[in-house]
């Protein structure tokens, strides 16, 4: 858990630096709030349990997986696939979620981080994927916006 956590705070300088940094905070928060709200729904219908977690008296969701993690896989995910049609946005995914589902396997397996109850490997794979496509759709709708909004600026310079 400790690994984890120096590893996603040694990446945070390397990835929100560029002439995006508007968008990615938007997907870092956005994936923050959207991993929490799916997290608490599975921690609190009993299908997922997390012994060791930070602040434990007061969350019973893994703060490291919700807010961190899983929101700086995001900004990766995004920006790799960025200026990606459907078809290679969803090969895409496949790099982050397969192996993502296969190591929380292995580590229910063999750690106590967590403990599954009423959750699977495919249990997992649909949650990343769900949540990964629900973030890049949101990302795409910020563009399309910007796209309008440059677009009408463009047109009241002209007139």
């Not at 703060?63 to 896989?73: A, H, N, R, W």
């Not at 967590?114 to 990964?132: A, D, E």
């Amino acid at each position: 858990m400790n690994l984890l956590l120096g590893l996603c705070i040694f990446s945070v300088p390397f990835l929100f630096k560029g002439k995006k940094m508007r968008e990615t905070l938007v997907i870092f928060f956005s994936k923050g709030v959207l991993a929490t709200l799916v997290d608490a729904y599975v921690v609190g219908t009993k299908r997922v349990e997390y012994p060791v977690r930070p602040f434990s008296r007061i969350f019973k969701t893994n703060l490291i997986y919700d807010i961190l993690f899983f929101p700086l896989l995001s900004v990766i995910w995004v920006k790799i696939s960025y200026h990606d049609k459907l078809r290679n946005i969803f090969l895409k995914s496949l790099i982050f979620s397969v192996p993502m589902s296969i190591a929380q396997w292995y580590f229910e397996k063999n750690t106590r981080l967590f403990k599954w109850r009423k959750w699977s490997i495919f249990h997992t794979f649909s949650s990343v994927n769900f949540t990964l496509f629900t973030i890049r759709g949101f990302v795409g709708f910020i563009k399309i916006l910007d796209r309008l909004k440059n677009n009408r600026n463009l047109n009241e310079l002209e007139g």
